[in-house]
Structures are given as structure tokens and as C-alpha cells.
């Protein structure tokens, strides 16, 4: 069994800053993909930033403002975010494709962490 932890939301003004973390652990051979979405409310869940392979890919709406990092040795990713405004508020959640060590290829999402700008 696989899981992913997140931390780091909460409250800040616009214009601030933000780092959420997103940890993965359990049964883990390699991790395929790992990245970050968002859902705010009455709207659908969107893509924020992610790495697949040897790509990463950002959402339009968060580009120069928010910067995905990972940590391969903590199966760790991060996601920096700056400039934030209010349409940013959002719950963010961390997604990840892992490959089990029984060679199992599935896809996780953790619990969600919420972020909340204020205007």
C-alpha cells in the first residue's frame, strides 16, 4: 500500500507565499509521475504542476508564479508558490502514478491540503 501526505496549506495574503510538500510512502518500486492539482469550489479539479517522465508541466493559470521541485531520495515533491491571489484559493491535492514493489502500476491521490488567499 501506498500513501501520500501533504502539508504546508493554510492562510495567507495576496501576494504571498506558500510551499506545500507531498510525501510518499509505503510499498513504492519507482514513482512514475508526481505532481499537483487543484479544486476550488463549484469549479473542477485541474492540473497545477506535475513531472511525468522527464517532463514537467505547469497550468496555464499558475506559470512563472508557482515552481514544482522534488526530492527522489525522500519521494518528496514540492510546490513552491508565489504571487498568490485569490483565485488561487483552492484544495490542492498531490497525485502520484507508483509503481508497487510487486510491480503493480497504480495511481494515488492524497487527502487534500487547503489553501486559502485572501484579498
Known amino acids: 500500500q501506498v500513501q501520500l501526505v501533504e502539508s504546508g496549506g493554510g492562510l495567507v495574503q495576496a501576494g504571498g507565499s506558500l510551499r506545500l510538500s507531498c510525501a510518499a510512502s509505503?510499498?513504492?518500486?519507482?514513482?512514475?509521475?508526481m505532481g499537483w492539482y487543484r479544486q476550488a469550489p463549484g469549479k473542477q479539479r485541474e492540473l497545477v504542476a506535475g513531472?511525468?517522465?522527464?517532463?514537467?508541466n505547469y497550468g496555464d493559470s499558475v506559470k512563472a508564479r508557482f515552481t514544482i521541485s522534488r526530492d527522489n531520495a525522500k519521494n518528496t515533491v514540492y510546490l513552491q508558490m508565489n504571487s498568490l491571489k485569490p483565485e488561487d484559493t483552492a484544495v490542492y491535492y498531490c497525485?502520484?502514478?507508483?509503481?508497487?514493489?510487486?510491480?503493480?502500476?497504480?495511481?494515488?491521490w492524497g487527502q487534500g491540503t487547503r489553501v486559502t488567499v485572501s484579498s
Open positions: 497525485n502520484a502514478e507508483i509503481t508497487s514493489k510487486d510491480l503493480r502500476v497504480s495511481r494515488y
Open positions: 513531472y511525468s517522465g522527464g517532463n514537467t
Open positions: 509505503g510499498s513504492i518500486f519507482s514513482i512514475n509521475a
